[in-house]
Every structure is written in structure tokens, then in C-alpha cells.
T-cell receptor
């Protein structure tokens, strides 16, 4: 099942570092998202890209920046990592009919 | 904006019993209500969904009911099995898929 794939699966890094998480979908979807799942399992939307245009930004710190080279990719760059950034980050893409959300396998980020 | 609440936060049932998880939403404009199952260490996956023009939908052992007037919807799992153990998330969205808002999740444990 590689419809939505993200890498790396695990990312361990020091505070203050800059890191990127990559996401690719081969479903031909127009909209992709980044979600953050904290230790309490809450799923919070971070960004949404539709045809390379940012359409949602849920008050995420500007240390986080999504970058979409094309509609099949939505990468997440994080600058100056902080302890509180530790979480699982899920990429997702949305069906053409505007309904079903497909998630990537997640990236577990640990900031030490 | 939309707010989705979910109860209970944890649920333990004996194998073979039924499990019910309830969600309420705040925005009467929401018209699409999916349920996601997340097994330990894996991605959330869609298990069933319902649109606002339908009151009930069933797929084998799982069913979802929607009460638009009361703004709540429920997931029903019958004849539970150990593999049903997971965290279940409800969600609500407007315009059939835009701006998904997730509930906080319910951890279901099916005891053998």
C-alpha cells in the first residue's frame, strides 16, 4: 500500500536543527495535508495544499514550512527544532470527489 | 469553527460484545462524517463514512448512525474481535471533505 508514502519513518535529532519530511502521493489527488499527532493521539491539521496553493494554515509556527514542487509532493521543512515538536507527523491526500482522506504511514519525530 | 467531541476516550469490551462510540459536532453545515481506525504504530485508515443525507450506513460488523438534528453520530461495532482493538477517530467536514476536524479519539480494547 504505497498510495501515500512519506520518509523517513523515524527521525531523531537535536534541538535547534533543521529537518525535512518528504511526502508523495500517486493517487492523482489535488489536495494534500500535513497533520500532527501528539502524545495524546490528537490529530491536528497543520497545512493543506491544493494545486500548489496553500489553503489552510492552522496557526502553526513559521518554523514549519510546507513546500510542494508539484501536486504529487508536499514536503515539510522544520527549522530550529524544539522539544515540543516531538510528535508523529502524517501526510495525507484527499480524493478528487473531495471526500476520502488517505494517510501516509507517519514520521515519528523525536527532538532531544 | 467546527468542534468535534468524542466519547468515551477509552472503552473495553469482551470479545463478541458490541462497542459504541459517540461523536458530537458543532457546525450544522458539516455534511460528511468519516470514521478512522488507527492500529498501534500505523496510519489512520478509513473504515466507514456517512453523508448528511443518510441516517444510517452499515458495512458487515460496523455501522454508523447520524442524527443531524442533534448533531451527533455514532460508530457501532458488533461481535467485536481482538483485531478491532485500536484507536478510533471520528471526523466532520464541510463540503464533503474540506477542512476535516477530528475528534480526540477512542481507544478500544477487545478482551479475549
Amino acid at each position: 500500500d504505497t498510495a501515500v508514502s512519506q520518509t523517513p519513518k523515524y527521525l531523531v535529532t537535536q534541538m535547534g536543527n533543521d529537518k525535512s519530511i518528504k511526502c508523495e502521493q500517486n493517487l492523482g489527488h489535488d489536495t494534500m495535508y500535513w497533520y500532527k499527532q501528539d502524545s495524546k493521539k490528537f490529530l491536528k491539521i497543520m497545512f493543506s495544499y491544493n494545486n500548489k496553493e496553500l489553503i489552510i494554515n492552522e496557526t502553526v509556527p513559521n518554523r514549519f514550512s510546507p513546500k510542494s514542487p508539484d501536486k504529487a509532493h508536499l514536503n515539510l521543512h522544520i527549522n530550529s527544532l524544539e522539544l515540543g515538536d516531538s510528535a508523529v507527523y502524517f501526510c495525507a491526500s484527499e480524493g478528487q470527489e473531495g471526500e476520502k482522506l488517505f494517510f501516509g504511514s507517519g514520521t515519528q519525530l523525536s527532538v532531544l | 469553527g467546527e468542534n468535534v467531541e468524542q466519547h468515551p476516550s477509552t472503552l473495553s469490551v469482551q470479545e463478541g460484545d458490541s462497542a459504541v462510540i459517540k461523536c458530537t459536532y458543532s457546525d450544522s453545515a458539516s455534511n460528511y462524517f468519516p470514521w478512522y481506525k488507527q492500529e498501534l504504530g500505523k496510519r489512520p485508515q478509513l473504515i466507514i463514512d456517512i453523508r448528511s443525507n443518510v441516517g444510517e450506513k452499515k458495512d458487515q460488523r460496523i455501522a454508523v448512525t447520524l442524527n443531524k438534528t442533534a448533531k451527533h453520530f455514532s460508530l457501532h461495532i458488533t461481535e467485536t474481535q481482538p483485531e478491532d482493538s485500536a484507536v478510533y477517530f471520528c471526523a466532520a467536514s464541510i463540503d464533503y471533505g474540506q477542512n476535516f476536524v477530528f475528534g480526540p479519539g477512542t481507544r478500544l480494547s477487545v478482551l479475549p
